[in-house]
């Protein structure tokens, strides 16, 4: 089962910030959190993770709350390619064959004009 | 960079017969690939984690007898559905990790299998 807990749906304006939230009050220390997101009919897109200190790249900006039990994915400036199912992970990182990730059900962003 | 594809992107085959899929990473060495099955409206779900050169590792559940997995290299793996059903109709998709950047899978575009 994942670990996570995420929102059903969302719906953002176009031009606006998407802040997403996931609940991962069960995380291991040693689990990372990765955000991925699946445009319909598509693979998998990683997006972004972290461990415990925030993060940014050119996509999005991860947070992550002190007591890591819970992460909000922001997205600056949504456009319409952004809609998608994100999902929320977490993960251990020893690589190679034991990097798994379980999906759950996500979030359906949906970015409107 | 690290392109992953899947050929064919979608095929059409009668219940009892055999389909081959394939997932090549185009610009990479895959140190592991993974393979997920995705049914509509419901989530990827893991079946099984191969590394090149030994045998897959099937997530339970999963019969490794139907779902054939040979990883012949560091950029190909294939996935053989062996006396496919109707209730095997589904989305198949592969990803794999990049030596050097275990953080990351890259996935390819998913292959749409039907069985009639």
């Known amino acids: 089962d994942a670990k996570t807990t995420q929102p059903p749906s969302m719906d953002c304006a176009e031009g606006r910030a998407a802040n997403l939230p996931c609940n991962h009050s069960?995380?291991?220390?040693?689990?990372?959190v990765y955000w991925y997101r699946q445009i319909h009919s598509q693979g998998p897109q990683y997006i972004i993770h972290g461990l415990k200190n925030n993060e940014t790249n050119e996509m999005a900006s991860l947070i992550i709350t002190e007591d890591r039990k819970s992460s909000t994915l922001i997205l600056p400036h949504a456009t319409l390619r952004d809609t998608a199912v994100y999902y929320c992970i977490v993960s251990l990182n020893s690589g190679g064959s034991n990097y798994k990730l379980t999906f759950g059900k996500g979030t359906l962003l949906t970015v409107n004009p | 960079g690290a392109v992953v594809s899947q050929h064919p992107s979608w095929v059409i085959c009668k219940s009892g017969t055999s389909v081959k899929i394939e997932c090549r990473s185009l610009d990479f060495q895959a140190t592991t690939m993974f393979w997920y099955r995705q049914f509509p409206k419901q989530s990827l779900m893991l079946m099984a984690t191969?590394?090149?050169?030994?045998?897959?590792?099937?997530e339970q559940g999963v019969e490794k007898d139907k779902f054939l997995i040979n990883h012949a290299s560091l950029t190909l793996s294939t996935l053989t559905v062996t006396s496919a059903h109707p209730e095997d109709s589904s989305f198949y998709i592969c990803s794999a990790i990049r030596r050097g950047h275990s953080y990351e899978q890259y996935f390819g575009p998913g292959t749409r299998l039907t069985v009639t």
């Open positions: 069960t995380i291991s220390g040693n689990e990372y």
């Open positions: 191969s590394n090149e050169g030994s045998k897959a590792t099937y």
